[in-house]
């Protein structure tokens, strides 16, 4: 008795915040909900007006092309890292701490400082490009341009986290295998191919799914990066995301059952890549004999 009372505060928690916030979301998405008002029923006009609506096609486009850049970037950089952590240097320490900050710097001020990085007239890549006798790019002012600034600056934001499980998941690779392997003659690149990435797995299907469903997700880095004076300047850029089109339709311009409806996209986007991916994992994750 004294367990399921210490469990109330959560429950009732997650019953308020959670269960009924989602059954209120799907509720809504079947309203017709404005800014002011009570909803009145709809049926299924918000679904059929998502099906006829171009913007909402271009930023699914553009959500799945994001995350196809971002997450293998993730990825590739988190591995790369957890494997340098693993050799004793001088200044390892130092090194550690540096890849561990952006995990606990504010996303805000680190977007902020990206934004003045990639500025046109006054920016440090600019300069660069001049001193190198480049010409400056106007990283803002093109669709492809604020595909690579975002790329990296999400990059930048979250390799941290999957840095630090994917070094955890190589300290449990017996050490016993690498030393067979270099009686045998691998390298270290071999050992690496044949060893440390086949049972790595899944410490890394992990981190892809996972990465996957934040990439989907992604809001605050468009919204902070491209202040818009009016909030269509990331339309124009083409590079609306769904999240980002969820929070015009829902404060912008104020159609709540329509964003509700949008956010369920949503909702069934990440619900299909993850299946996917959890259907993909039998092939290429290595459990071990037990698993």
């Known amino acids: 008795m004294i367990g399921y009372l210490l469990l109330a505060p959560l429950l009732v928690g997650l019953l308020v915040f959670r269960a009924y916030g989602f059954g209120y979301n799907i509720w809504l998405s079947f309203m017709n909900a404005g800014a002011f008002g009570a909803p009145k029923f709809a049926g299924l006009a918000n679904y059929q007006d998502l099906l006829g609506d171009n913007q909402l096609r271009v930023a699914i486009l553009n959500t799945f092309k994001f995350a196809i850049i971002a997450v293998p970037g993730v990825i590739v950089v988190s591995l790369a890292l957890a494997t340098l952590m693993q050799y004793r240097f001088r200044g390892q320490s130092v090194f550690r701490a540096i890849v561990f900050l952006p995990a606990v710097c504010l996303p805000t001020a680190a977007i902020l400082v990206f934004g003045w990085m990639f500025q046109t007239q006054y920016g440090l890549v600019n300069s660069a490009l001049q001193v190198m006798g480049a010409s400056p790019v106007s990283w803002f002012g093109s669709a492809s341009g604020v595909t690579v600034v ?103 311009t104020g159609q709540r059952g329509y964003a509700a409806a949008v956010s369920l996209v949503l909702l069934l986007i990440i619900l299909a890549v993850s299946i996917v991916l959890m259907r993909l994992q039998r092939r290429f994750v290595h459990y071990g004999e037990n698993g």
């Open 150 to 252: 975002v790329s990296l600056l999400v990059v930048y934001l979250s390799f941290s986290v999957p840095t630090i499980i994917l070094y955890a998941g190589m300290q449990d690779i017996s050490p016993d295998l690498y030393e067979a392997a270099t009686l045998d003659g691998a390298g270290p690149v071999r050992q690496f191919f044949s060893i440390t990435l086949p049972l790595l797995t899944p410490s890394l299907f992990f981190v892809i799914i996972t990465t996957t469903i934040s990439a989907l997700k992604l809001f605050d880095v468009v919204y902070v990066l491209l202040p818009p004076v009016d909030h269509s300047v990331s339309l124009n850029y083409g590079f609306t995301l769904v999240y980002y089109y969820f929070y015009l339709a829902f404060l912008e």
